[in-house]
Every structure is written in C-alpha cells, then in structure tokens.
C-alpha cells in the first residue's frame, strides 16, 4: 500500500497565473481557496492587506511581479493560503498524507497543515516574515551543479560571502550572498559552462550572516499563538530530519534563515522510512522534479503537480525518464496523438504557386490551432510549445515557420509584454481561433544587426491615447513574413518609442494590425512578395506611414506612460532592448526540439531509402546502399548526430521551464543582447541550428537526387534549420556575443582532467571543458596585447571576432557534450541508446580533431584510438538500427507526401518494401522517396 507524503515548496516557486488558471477550471480548488483565504481575512492576523481571494480569484488575476508589487506580506500570505488550500484538495482526493515534507518557509503551511497551527496563526507568521524579509539583505542564484561544484564556486568567487543555501538534487544548488558576490560566481559558472539564474526574490536568506533577521522572525514566533504538537509527521529539508515533540518549533523554523535546506538528504530519509508516493501541494512544479531527481531507483513515485492534478487527472512523473519522453517532452497521454490527427487531416502538398499555397497553409494551421490549448496555456508548457512546433515543422516546414511567427514570437510577445494582458485578450482570442493571422518584423531591410537600434519609430499622441507609427527612412523598411491569405493579418512590430515630449525611449513592441479583408490597412504598405527558394512563405518588405496603433497595443512591460503623455521607464535603454527581445529566450527554448526532429526524421527516411535502393556497383551488384561502409558511417553517424542533438534540446526545454520559474537580473549586452537575454539558450540556439543543417544536408546527399525532390521534404528541413542561422537572433553574433562575455567572466582555475578512456561518457566533455580553457586563455592574451598599444574597442576585437566565435562555438559544444552523459543517466539502461551515445561523442571529437590539434588541446597521442573507436561504434550501433528507426520515426500520415502511400509516385517500382512491414499510425514508412 503506498505510503504517501504532501511536500510544501518554499518561497521561490509560486506561479501565482498558473494558480489563477487551476482554480478557474477545478471547482473544488476554488472553493478550498476561498475558504483558506476568508479564514485569514477573518483572523486579522496577517495585517491591513488586501483579500487575496479577491485578487487571484477575481476575473482580471495580478501576475506574479504585480502580486510581488503589492503591500509587504501579501506574496508570502498569498503564497502560504495557497498552499494550505491545496493540501486540502490533495487530502480530499487522494486519501490523508501519511507525512508531510517541509522545505525552508514552506514550514508555516506545512505546519498548519498537521495541525499545529491555525489557519489564521500561519498566516500572522507569514505576515511576521515578510516583514523581516523586507530588511534582509542579498539574493539567492539558481546554479545547474551539485553540492561540492557549488560550494567551490562559491568559495573560488564568493569572497567569502556567499554559501550553499539550498541543495535541490544532485543536479541543483541554490546559492546566497550578497549580489555583487553573486554576480561574480555567476560569472565564473556561465565560463565553466553551467547554467546560473538570478532568483526574482529581492532579499537573501539560508545564510549564516542572517542571524540578527533569525533572532526577528523567532520573536514574531513567540509573540504569536503558540506552535502546538503536530497531527501528522512533518519532516523539514532544514533540520534535515523528522520534528519530534521535544523540538522547539519556534527556533526550528527561525533556523529557515540561516541554515541550509537538504533536500536530497531529507528525502533519502523519507525513502529509508518506506514512503513511496509524494505530491506537491501547490502549483508549482520544481518541488516535484527535485524530487523525482533525488528518488531515481527508488522505486518511488513523484506524481504531477500544478495544473495537472486539477485539469485533468492525476499523472505520474516516474523518477526515470522514457526516450519518447526525451525527444518529445513529458505530456499528457491524448496531447501527442491530438497533434498527430490534426496534422494528418491535412496531407502535405508542395503547392508552388501562392494562390494555391496560401488557402492550403491557413487549412492547415486551423486545424493544428483547434488542437492546441490556449495561447496562454501552451506557453506555460514549454515541452508543450516545443512538441507543437516539433510536429508542426516535420509534417510541413512551412506550417513549422507559421509556428514560430505567428505562436512562439507573436503570441509570446504579447503574453510576456502585454503591461494589462485584458487589453490584448481579444487579439489572443482571434489567434487561437485562427480569426487573425500574426507575424513578427524586427528586421529592417537596410542595415545590419538593426535590432540593436530599430529606425522604426512610434510617436505617442497623448490627445488620442496612441502611437503614430512611422518607417523613418528608407533602410528601416521592415521585412519579414506576412500571410497574402485574405483577412485580417497583422504583427508584432519592434519599434522605438518617442513620448509626448519628443524624447526617444527605448525599443519596444507594438502589436500591430497591417491588413483586413480587404487589403492593407491605412498607412501600411507592402512590396509584392519577395522569393525565399528555401523556404517558400509569403515575406515582404513592410512600409509605416502614419500608421495608428491603440495604446492598449503597446507592449509597455513594466513601463508607463503619464497623463502627458510622458514615458516613464525604470530600466535602462540596454535592459529594455533585453527585456523587448526576452520572447527570443522561449524560440531558443523549443527551437531545438523541432530541429532535433527535423534531424532524426531526415536520418529514418535517409536510411530507409539507403536500404531499399539496390547498387549495380561492379564490387557487389544488387546489394542496397546501405550495405555499403561509407553509406552506414554517414547514416548510422547522422542518427547518432540526431540523437546528441535531443539531448542537447531536452535540456533546452528544462532550461526555459527553470528561466520562467525566476526572473534573472539581464546581463550587461556586447556586441549583441542575446547572451545577455539567455547566454545558454543563445547557445542552443546557435549550436542545434548548425548541427540540424549538417545532419539534414548529409542525409539529402546520401539520397541521390531522391534528396532533392520537394515531396520528401528533406529540402525543406534543410531550408528551415538553415534559415536560423540568421534568424531567431543571427548564431555568428551570438558566437561573438558569447566569446566576449565568456573572456570577460573568465576565473581563476584549470579545466577538468580529461580521462584516458575514449569510452568513459566523462571523456568528450572534459576534452571540450579543456579546450574552452585554451580558447580563453589564448584569446585573453591576444586582446591585453592590443589593448596596451591603446587600441580602441575596434581595433582590439575586430581582427579578433572569429576566434571569439570560436570560444562562443566551444562552449555551446560543452554544453551539448553535458548533456549526452545527463540524458543517458535519465534513461532506463538500454543498449540502442547507449550507442547512439557513444557513437555521437566520438563523432564530434572526429569533426573537431584538427581545431583541438591546432590549439594543442590535445596531443596527438591521445587521439590516436579514435578511428578504431568510431569503427568499434559503428558496428556496436548496427544491430539497434530498426529499433532506433521505429524510435525516431514519425507517423507516415503526416510525413509522406500526398496520394503516395509509401513515398514513391505512380509508375516506379515498388521494390520489397512492403514485406514484413509494421502497421498503425506510429509504425515506420518502409520507403519515403520518389525514385
């Protein structure tokens, strides 16, 4: 019988939209919630606050940084309330809890959830706490490492100040201090390629210099209701331990501000005393993938929290991952094959001529919109976003850039940006129902790099309430992709705001309507459509003459704009440049699952095709393509390449959920804001769009002229993942973005010793660690010696720019090398993966031999058994290929062309393809190439 556990997440995950939208859909979490929150209003014990039933229950609900903005006490009462209601609902629907797991404040609602507080004495120390907050200095840092990595970084770059905090798995530390401190350790681990997120919590805690707040916050304790004896076990991730009667509560969870919370400790506890089901009670999810990482091979299970358990059902989050789950993302059991029948709905035509393709793509995207959650709903799933877009870019390149214009940039833009999201919602609403079209225009035609300074200006006309839009010359013409299809159509459009006064701002978003039925709109004017061969679309080059925009349609953030007329901004013109382009953080997030699996499928139909297509080759007439060694190096090779890469864009995704769980202070911007919106998503970005275009162009080579026929697609995957070399922010800046900020933060200490062992998983990322460590050290020495010759900027980097997008190049490499070995510890032992891992590490370290020589990172000695190797990898990957194909593989309804059941048009032979071939939706094409 399980023995099940209710855990209590601390201060750091509350996503208070995600809780609006849960209690709007489940009745029974409404009602717990109003309850809890008409208990506190009743006690009086959390203060003069506002109701937060009426804020997050009422019909317009505050978004997390507006809560964040209110009276002092109202996020972390709001926050507690929640968590006690959601507790209830846990109890009520799944039987009591047989313990409850605390971890730092979430000790005030675990508390009172086992009894020993009131509602109303929970909610009078919630309130006493965030006043001691409100005094407390630092700031805590979210760093992708385990304990000892994280306490060395600390002490390398911390001075002395800042400590391991919070241990959150093996993987994940949080670290506190003061923030220029941190700022420095966040510098060192972006160098050493790790991930580091400023947490959006403007005080410090789980620090030993904190004791002067402890001794505040025990005070508040004692003069409150007494903390009484507990109904039900709590264990707390602080005391790393169960509470006991002798305990005194009071100075116990004071401890929450100075000492550390243990979370893999207290849990290995827990798993030692037998307890084998926990929930999180509240809608958050970080709690519950910490633990499910901590619990791996436990046997126990960490169910799904959020909006999961009350929208539809509960779903199990097994502490090991599936490989479907790697390359697709963890989603609800009917979200993949509702993707996969809208898509089928609609067979792939090449339809060259726009008249034709235009009507065909609109069909198509209705269907996939009428199968997707709202706009809202699917940005708040990254693995969710990222499948839709995965699925969308295989079974129509075409339909996949639509995606990513109009649902990842567009929508994005305006649920990130919208300062009231109720003055957009009727656009979000005609989107999703696919009443109006939208694009995104940030590029203008005439310069370069013009996202660094748009020359489109919006003039604000305060008589009015709104922006006059205007194209100011001729080289800020926009361009970009705007539907032909009849209707309404319009865009974001990146623009440089300039207030009542006539002073410029920064650069902002507006949403902007460009056409209606009956053409374009006044003062918009578009060039006929400009050929793109690769990827045909309807792009166009975008003119602004006086064009009128609602103030509701500036995607103001977190500006304002005063009776005057006068714009009022408290970031920096850098900061709202980041802040404007930070919808490029949720592109990077998901663009690698759709060029993962642009790779893969290319890989399947590359080797089905090689396998089916006979020779008449003089050394062995007859035999098909793929008998052949040089076609399986290039093909086994291509699979194992695609593997790498959903590795690498798993980890993408898992980086955009952790990235929207806090909001991290931007960097300062070089040459580029990319890295400083994301330095390792930029990376991914870069890296993955790279990596696809080979692969794919491999994979057309290997085809013969099969390869270029447009019904394939395969010229258009390659078409897509190269188009975002420039695009989705150019991946040459962002090289050069990375190299600067990698140099600039560069710490003291070596790399990681490399291992003697090819086969040691640990062997390529060390050798790449190292091989960072070389390009910096070369690179620091370059830019010293001409800076002392009184360079300016310029001269210092300009003949410098490609070695610095070689580091760029190095540390996006790293990153993805990680991943293999992280990947593979995620999934259940299984010898096809273990190949395709082996094979692509050894793959890359070939690709790059003559860079790692030329650097001396390595001797030549210690490549010496690399040719062997990738020999030995072939052959070890070869039995696994039809289980690695049926893996990858897509649907053939949704991937093979129109009125060709099996690839090939009427009138070529079929060859043996149809023997022995699997059935259903999800069984691999047996050939997918005309001849």
């Known amino acids: 019988m399980p023995v099940s556990v209710h855990m209590f997440p601390g201060q750091g995950d509350f996503p208070v939209q995600v809780l609006s939208r849960a209690a709007a859909r489940d009745g029974a979490l409404r009602r717990a919630l109003r309850a809890v929150y008409e208990e506190i209003d009743a006690s009086a014990g959390a203060g003069a606050l506002p109701s937060p039933a009426a804020l997050l229950l009422g019909a317009d609900p505050p978004g997390g940084r507006e809560l964040a903005r209110g009276p002092v006490g109202l996020q972390q009462v709001a926050h507690y309330g929640a968590a006690v209601a959601w507790q209830r609902v846990l109890a009520a629907r799944y039987g009591p809890p047989d313990a409850l797991l605390a971890v730092s404040f979430g000790e005030l609602a675990a508390l009172t959830a086992a009894g020993a507080w009131t509602v109303g004495a929970g909610a009078r120390a919630a309130y006493g706490l965030a006043g001691v907050l409100a005094r407390t200095p630092g700031g805590l840092t979210l760093i992708g490492c385990g304990e000892a990595r994280a306490a060395e970084l600390a002490a390398r770059a911390g001075g002395g100040r800042v400590a391991v905090g919070c241990v959150n798995s093996p993987r994940e530390c949080v670290l506190g201090g003061p923030p220029d401190r941190l700022a420095a350790v966040e510098g060192l681990a972006a160098a050493e390629g790790l991930s580091a997120v400023r947490l959006h919590l403007p005080f410090g805690s789980h620090h030993p210099e904190l004791g002067r707040q402890r001794g505040e916050f025990e005070e508040v304790l004692r003069g409150g209701p007494p903390i009484g004896p507990t109904a039900v076990p709590v264990y707390s991730a602080v005391a790393g331990r169960r509470y006991t009667p002798a305990d005194d509560l009071a100075a116990r969870v004071a401890d929450c501000l100075v000492r550390p919370a243990h979370l893999p400790r ?20 970080a709690l519950g993938r910490n633990a499910a990482d901590c619990l791996r091979g436990t046997g126990a299970r960490v169910h799904g929290t959020g909006e999961e358990d009350s929208e539809r059902g509960q779903r199990t989050v097994t502490t090991d991952r599936t490989l479907d789950e790697l390359l697709h993302g963890r989603h ?31 069909r198509r995207l209705r269907a996939l919109l009428r199968a997707l959650p709202a706009a809202a709903d699917l940005h708040a799933d990254p693995d969710g976003l990222a499948a839709a877009l995965a699925w969308a870019a295989v079974a129509d390149p075409r339909l996949g850039m639509t995606v990513v214009t109009q649902s990842v940039l567009g929508q994005g833009s305006l649920l990130r940006l919208a300062g009231a999201r109720k003055g957009v919602a009727p656009e979000l609403g005609a989107v999703d129902a696919g009443d109006l079209r939208i694009g995104y225009l940030v590029t203008e035609a005439g310069r370069a790099s013009s996202h660094l300074g748009a020359g489109t ?19 800020d013409v926009k361009f970009g992709g705007v539907p032909q299809y009849p209707g309404p159509r319009g865009a974001v459009v ?34 006929p459509p400009v050929p793109v061969g690769a990827l045909p679309l309807s792009y166009h080059r975008v003119r602004f003459d006086g064009v009128r925009v609602p103030e509701a349609h500036w995607l103001r953030d977190d500006a304002d704009l005063d009776a005057d007329g006068r714009l009022h901004d408290p970031r920096t013109p850098e900061d709202r440049l980041r802040r404007t382009l930070a919808v490029g953080q949720d592109l990077w997030g998901v663009l690698p699952t759709a060029l993962a699996a642009l790779a893969r499928q290319s890989a399947v139909l590359a080797v089905r095709h090689s396998r089916h297509r006979e020779t008449r080759a003089a050394l062995a007439p007859g035999t098909p393509l793929l008998a052949h060694r040089s076609q399986q190096r290039a093909l086994l090779g291509a699979l194992a390449d695609a593997f790498a890469l959903s590795c690498a864009a798993a980890r993408a995704r898992e980086l955009l959920a952790a990235a929207r769980e806090s909001d991290a202070a931007g960097a300062e911007s070089g040459f580029a804001p990319w890295a400083a919106v994301s330095r390792p998503l930029s990376a991914y970005k870069a890296h993955c769009a790279d990596e696809a275009e080979r692969i794919i162009a491999e994979c057309q080579r290997r085809c013969g002229h099969a390869g270029l026929a447009d019904g394939n697609r395969l010229a258009g995957y390659h078409g897509f993942a190269r188009s975002f070399d420039p695009a989705g922010g150019d991946s040459r800046l962002i090289r050069y973005d990375l190299g600067r900020a990698l140099l600039a933060e560069a710490g003291p200490g070596g790399p990681p010793p490399v291992p003697a062992d090819l086969g040691d998983p640990g062997w390529w990322p060390a050798v790449l660690a190292r091989h960072q460590h070389t390009l910096t050290d070369w690179l620091r020495r370059a830019t010293a010696e001409r800076a002392r010759g009184g360079a300016t900027p310029f001269e210092v980097w300009n003949p410098l720019l490609d070695r610095a997008a070689e580091l760029g190049a190095a540390y996006a490499a790293r990153l993805a090398a990680e991943d293999l070995p992280r990947a593979l510890a995620a999934l259940p032992p299984d010898g096809a993966t273990d190949a395709l891992a082996h094979l692509a590490a050894l793959r890359a370290a070939d690709r790059t031999a003559g860079a790692l020589l030329r650097h001396r990172t390595l001797a030549p000695g210690e490549l010496a058994g690399l040719e062997n190797a990738l020999e030995r990898g072939y052959d070890r990957l070869l039995p696994h290929l039809e289980q690695v194909e049926r893996a990858f593989a897509f649907p053939d309804d949704i991937v093979l062309p129109e009125g060709s059941p099996d690839g090939f048009p009427e009138g070529f032979p079929d060859g043996p393809a149809r023997e022995g071939r699997p059935e259903g939706p999800n069984a691999p094409s047996g050939r997918g190439f005309p001849e």
């Not at 089928?344 to 001529?353: G, H, K, L, M």
């Open 266 to 285: 207290v849990l290995a506890l827990l798993a030692a005393h037998g307890h084998t089901d926990y929930r999180e009670a509240g809608p958050g999810s």
């Open 332 to 362: 609800h059991p009917g979200r993949l094959p509702c993707l996969h029948r809208a898509l089928a709905r609609y067979p792939y035509r090449v339809a060259e001529a726009a008249a034709e393709r235009e009507p065909y793509l609109y």
């Open 457 to 475: 200006v919006a003039e604000f006309r305060p008589e009015r309430r709104e922006f006059v839009l205007r194209t100011a010359e001729e080289a």
């Open 494 to 527: 990146i623009a440089r705001a300039v207030d009542a006064a006539g002073r410029a701002g920064g650069v902002f978003a507006f949403l902007v309507r460009l056409a209606d039925h009956d053409g374009p709109r006044p003062g918009v004017a578009l060039s």
